[in-house]
């Protein structure tokens, strides 16, 4: 049986995951979230209240804030200034980054090694999907995980 390492590069785009079938089962088959560019309650926003959902419906949320340097932890866990400061295994990458700025955050994703990337609604980035697709992680782009996350549940 062929895994993610052996198949050929020509079928990479068998990670970009877009149909609600596709989606709904990467969900139900991650537990650990990092999230880059999550925002603290007092600023609130989908870059909060996304990871709050999510955290309420049982995932472990991981704040990796681009900004907000003085506030130490999100959603009552320790916050990270980058991937590379987790410990433990990565499932999913959600990203709340402006479009432009997702691109910079490459390098680091690729050396956590997630199973899978999400960029939230109204976030794309073709050439860092390629990239991260080529590398044999799940991709998703420009949909809410919260909304799909609701659902699929239903």
Known sequence: MEDKLTRPAEEWHLHLLEHPS???????????????????????GPAFYVPEYLQAAGYEIIPVPVYYPDVTEILH??????????????????????????GQHGAE???????????????QDVELAETLAKAG???????CA???HRNARH
């Open 22 to 44: 596709q989606l709904a089962k990467m969900l139900s088959s991650v537990h650990r979230i990092a999230v880059i560019g999550i925002k603290p309650e007092h600023v609130g």
């Open 137 to 143: 992680i799940d991709v998703v782009q420009n949909r």
């Open 109 to 123: 994703i690729l050396a956590a090694r997630p199973r899978a990337v999400w960029m939230q609604l109204g976030i």
């Open 146 to 148: 919260m909304i799909e």
């Open 77 to 102: 866990a320790t916050v990270h200034r980058s991937l590379s400061s987790v410990t433990r295994p990565i499932d999913l990458v959600l990203l709340f980054r402006r479009s432009g700025d997702v």
